[in-house]
């Protein structure tokens, strides 16, 4: 059974840090991109950050130079530091674990909200 968990999200003030965590298990963790999405309230949900299986990043504009992806095969685990975050980056988180067209799993979400 595959699972697919997010955690660390949570209320912090504009220019503060978070660091979101997603632990995918029931995969071979190595072989699959590992991706984050964000959906804010009436908006649709977009790509903020990919990881590949052999470690390349993508990045929307919109978090380039403050957010960083990483991930520890070891740990089944994909990581987002948030930097400098603003009020606008305050959505709803989700990992999403994916290997070919057929192979894509989701996780719950996590709630960031970046308000003073």
């Known amino acids: 059974q595959v699972q697919v968990v997010e955690s660390g999200g949570g209320l912090v003030q504009p220019g503060a840090s978070l660091r979101l965590s997603c632990v995918a298990s029931?995969?071979?963790?190595?072989?699959?991109?590992m991706d984050w999405y964000r959906q804010a309230p009436g908006k649709e949900r977009e790509l903020v950050a990919a990881?590949?299986?052999?470690?390349?990043?993508y990045y929307a504009d919109s978090v380039k130079g403050r957010f960083t992806i990483s991930r520890d095969n070891a740990k089944n685990t994909v990581y987002l530091q948030m930097n400098s975050l603003k009020p606008e980056d305050t959505a709803v988180y989700y990992c999403?674990?994916?290997?070919?067209?057929?192979?894509?799993?989701w996780g719950q979400g996590t709630q960031v909200t970046v308000s003073s």
């Open positions: 999403s674990a994916k290997w070919g067209t057929s192979n894509i799993y």
């Open positions: 990881i590949s299986s052999g470690g390349s990043t």
């Open positions: 029931g995969i071979t963790f190595s072989l699959y991109g």
